[in-house]
């Protein structure tokens, strides 16, 4: 075995603990195993050759900022018709929704289901519904990781959580008041 | 508060991500209105869900054992090109110390515009997040207007442009280009305008300039002495539309 480089040993030990991180969003956004691997392997392998850039700080906001590229330039090169059909930014009306159907029920949504209508969100919306709901950053480091003003990922997550939570109703079935789903 | 107000609040209080005062108002209006609150019950209801969920996906213990190797290969020393590399490595440097004294420069030299500019543009985020659009909440250019008296070394123009679709919502004071500022507030649907008026520095006249910047529409232009910046996320062609409604 070959003599580690100092800056290698390091690189590690800052990159290596944010694996779990990387992996989930490069999966959520690639939505594929072996896909997210190969991703996220490039992502590391790039972060390397950026290392001598990064001047401490937050190693998973500046870590995940290149998996999250890495991920939109593999999609674009293997699925870009995914990426063809952006969203439109402007504001909605996103609390009307929320306000009809019953989410009590929703304890008995099994695991799957959920699974299934995140996993079938639009790319712009998944993304920050994945960084806020399953990693749990914060506003900011959304925004700093997907390029985005904070206004719009809270635009997004908004509009996210309220197709998610479409898709789930609808799902199972439940009849909004209107009585069309 | 009001429910209009409420909608993304909503999910910045949930996600914990506001300020102690717009939580107690938030939370004020919610014990008054069951609308908003069953809303604000359902988007918790949807974050424990997924949380509950255990939707992470987690690498397998061979991609890791594989990651690691990977980077093994590509990070060890690679001693036949150190020289090399180190050369260029100095290369580089002195390219960016360079380019930096060049950008200094520049910087230090360039109009003082795109330093406005991004204040304008702080400004209208701030005000759209901070939930204080206005100072003085009025569709009627004859309160808004006089409201300004006293408060500002000039009087700044109002137009009401209702019938045109661009609805007056108010005024407020802003601080821009070291000065304090009329900042008249417009609204095209659901994209509000922020319009920030001042005293031009000299008297002369210039057409618009549209520029865009983090995805916002900016147009400046100056008339009679007065310098105008309007800044919108509403499309361009219609922004346009509104500035020459203001200068017409």
Known sequence: MPEQSSSAVRFEAVVLPHLPAAYNLARWLVRNDQDAEDVVQEAYLRAFKFFGGYRGGESRTWLLTIVRNTCYSWLQRNRSRELTDSIDDAPEDVTADFANPELRLMQNTDAQMVRAALTELPLEFREVMVMRELEELSYKEIAAIADLPIGTVMSRLARGRKRLHSLLTNRMGIETKGGAA | ?248
């Open chain 2, 1 to 248: 508060m009001t429910c209009q107000e409420t909608g993304l609040l909503m999910h910045a209080l949930a996600d914990g991500e506001l300020d102690l005062t717009k939580s107690l108002e938030m939370e004020a209006h919610l014990r008054e209105c069951q609308s908003c609150a069953r809303a604000q019950k359902e988007i918790h209801g949807l974050s424990n869900l997924m949380k509950d969920s255990s939707l992470r996906f987690t690498p397998s213990p061979t991609f890791e054992k594989r990651l690691r190797s990977a980077m093994r290969r590509e990070t060890k020393e690679k001693p036949a090109n150190a020289r090399w590399w180190r050369w260029s490595m100095a290369a580089a440097s002195l390219a960016v110390v360079v380019l930096t004294v060049w950008t200094i420069v520049v910087i230090l030299n360039r109009p003082s515009s795109d330093t406005v500019a991004q204040e304008v543009i702080s400004s209208h985020v701030r005000s759209l997040m901070a939930q204080h659009l206005t100072d003085v909440p009025s569709s009627d250019q004859h309160t808004v207007k006089p409201w300004f008296d006293g408060k500002l070394d000039f009087s700044p123009p109002v137009k009401d442009l209702k019938e045109q679709g661009f609805e007056l919502r108010g005024g407020r004071l802003d601080y821009i280009a070291s000065r304090p500022v009329a900042a008249l507030v417009y609204q095209r649907r659901q994209h509000l305008i922020n319009v920030f008026v001042w005293p031009a520095k000299s008297g002369s006249r210039s057409t618009a300039q549209a520029s865009v910047s983090q995805g916002y529409n900016l147009i400046r232009w100056t008339n009679s002495g007065i310098e105008w910046w309007a800044i919108s996320d509403l499309n361009l062609a219609e922004l346009q539309q509104f500035v020459q409604m203001l200068q017409g």
